[in-house]
């Protein structure tokens, strides 16, 4: 019962593409999304979030959408560079959750130059 | 640099014998978690502290413990590990007003032998 999806483990794109992630999840009373990104031998580190209110949110190279009747989101990385080779993790919280998140299983992003 | 710390970074363990591992934050944050990620899986919560309010997630297995002496550092007791208990375990912390936001360590890598 996994309420948070990452169906794509891995995505390769070339150097200063688009990369496209994809997050989707099943219950409808999450309204705060979010990504981190973790390299190697290092824990996740915040990337960008969205609140349910919201269909986009912008940071530099990072944009996360939002759609909420799909119950999905993705992030686009434009353009992707090598320093964004990672796997990234989206996450999701309830106002019940109680300061907790709920995690995707991750996908794997390498950038090729 | 305010940080999330945790000792040892890898852990050998033999099956059954207690072992413990370690979190110190220097971020002063008052809610600070204990998450489980097994290969290519998503970080799984065991149980977070907010202030010295401990709670339990459901499926916690009773073999897991946690203790929180004060705000800066909080252990996770393994008092029994199986096989199955080998993964990382991640420690994070979050200020409660912007709890979703949590900050990482850099991981536990623990192996049972």
């Known amino acids: 019962d996994q309420q948070v999806k990452q169906n794509s483990p891995s995505l390769s794109v070339q150097e200063g593409r688009i990369s496209i992630l994809n997050c989707d999840y099943t219950?409808?009373?999450?309204?705060?999304f979010l990504w981190y990104k973790k390299y190697p031998a290092e824990g996740p580190t915040f990337l960008i979030s969205i609140s349910s209110i919201k269909d986009k949110n912008e940071d530099g190279r990072f944009t996360v959408f939002l759609n909420k009747s799909a119950k999905h989101l993705s992030l686009h990385i434009v353009p992707s560079q090598p320093g964004d080779s990672a796997v990234y993790f989206c996450?999701?919280?309830?106002?019940?959750?109680?300061?907790?998140?709920?995690f995707g299983q991750g996908t794997r992003l390498t950038i090729n130059p | 640099d305010a940080m999330v710390i945790q000792n040892p970074r890898y852990q050998v363990t033999q099956f059954g014998k207690p072992v413990t591992l370690s979190c110190s934050q220097t971020l002063n944050h008052n809610v600070m978690y204990w998450y489980q990620q097994k290969s290519s899986q998503a970080p799984k919560l065991l149980f977070h502290?907010?202030?010295?309010?401990?709670?339990n997630e459901a499926d916690t297995p009773d073999n897991f413990q946690s203790r929180r002496p004060n705000t800066s550092f909080c252990f996770l007791d393994i008092r029994s590990p199986g096989l199955g208990d080998a993964a990382m375990y991640l420690c994070a912390t979050s200020n409660f007003a912007t709890f979703n936001e949590q900050f990482f360590g850099p991981g536990t890598r623990l192996t049972v032998l």
């Open positions: 996450a999701a919280s309830a106002p019940q959750g109680a300061q907790k998140l709920v």
């Open positions: 502290y907010y202030d010295k309010d401990f709670n």
């Open positions: 219950n409808s009373m999450f309204d705060y």
